[in-house]
């Protein structure tokens, strides 16, 4: 993409960082600039804007910072394409939700061995420590962008056949129709964390870019724990939305009390107030 040109002021108030940011900032509003596109070089800027490297690199870092702009580690500066969404109301499957949104998700399984449980994973398994699980590693990707990392385990003795037969996606549907082990409810907890150097080689982006990892306990029927993941997601590329209502009032669940306005407060004291008609 070649660079405009940009005509920046340098008698302005303005910071020339900020006047190129905001012609930077116009070049995507207007679709001059189309998401997913390269943007022009660091030189190619500096020329154009007749501006430092450092102006262009504060320039770009603070679009970067908001989101317009995604940094892709070994091949340059894009147009950052619309975050994904993921609602969080019930037990979900991402690529069945990308598939509702007419978006086609491609795995790529990149570990699929038996290991045994550590003592951790036993605990929320509700395995003996040491018993074996199916581990699943595979980076998940719309196109050509890789949206998470999953990392997945599943008890040995639920679905020996998951270790070697043909793997499907979405995983949860082939657990329910290929070995009757229907998701039912889950517990997700999410943590903002920082990609380190092969998380940030798998989801191609700088070493220290924000990530979302998020941990879910998955459990079939009987409330048997059935598949832990831990999923890497850039916050770049994805968001989750929780609806969140408000609970009725103890008094109401319990006993139905009136939600009504409280009567005023007459020489303070209530009306019913025992010391107010004279009582002990």
Request: proline share 8%; hydrophobic share 40%.
């Amino acid at each position: 993409m070649t660079a405009a040109s940009f005509a920046l002021r340098t008698d302005s108030p303005l910071p020339l960082y900020y006047q190129l940011e905001q012609a930077l900032r116009s070049m995507i509003a207007s679709g001059s600039w189309q998401p997913g596109s390269l943007i022009c070089s660091e030189r190619e800027l500096m020329q154009a804007a007749g501006v430092s490297r450092a102006t262009v690199r504060q320039a770009i870092g603070n679009l970067i910072g908001e989101g317009l702009l995604q940094r892709v580690h070994g091949r340059g500066t894009f147009v950052a394409r619309p975050k994904l969404e993921q609602e969080m109301r019930s037990v979900y499957s991402f690529a069945e939700q990308m598939g509702v949104q007419g978006l086609a998700l491609e795995d790529q399984l990149l570990q699929r061995h038996r290991v045994p449980a550590s003592d951790e994973l036993a605990g929320l398994l509700a395995v003996a420590p040491g018993a074996p699980l199916i581990h699943l590693k595979r980076v998940r990707s719309l196109g050509s962008t890789p949206l998470m990392i999953d990392s997945s385990y599943v008890p040995y003795h639920l679905c020996p056949g998951l270790l070697t037969d043909a793997f499907e996606s979405p995983m949860y549907r082939m657990l329910a129709d290929r070995y009757g082990l229907p998701p039912v409810h889950c517990t997700d907890v999410l943590e903002p964390v920082l990609a380190d150097e092969a998380q940030a080689h798998l989801l191609e982006i700088e070493p220290g870019a924000p990530l979302m990892f998020l941990e879910r306990v998955t459990f079939t029927r009987g409330d048997v724990p059935l598949h832990i993941a831990r999923n890497y997601i850039p916050g770049s590329r994805c968001r989750f939305r929780v609806n969140l209502w408000s609970e009725a009032p103890e008094a109401e669940l319990k006993g139905g009390l009136s939600l009504a306005r409280p009567a005023p407060i007459e020489n303070g004291r209530l009306p019913d107030d025992p010391l107010a008609q004279g009582g002990v």
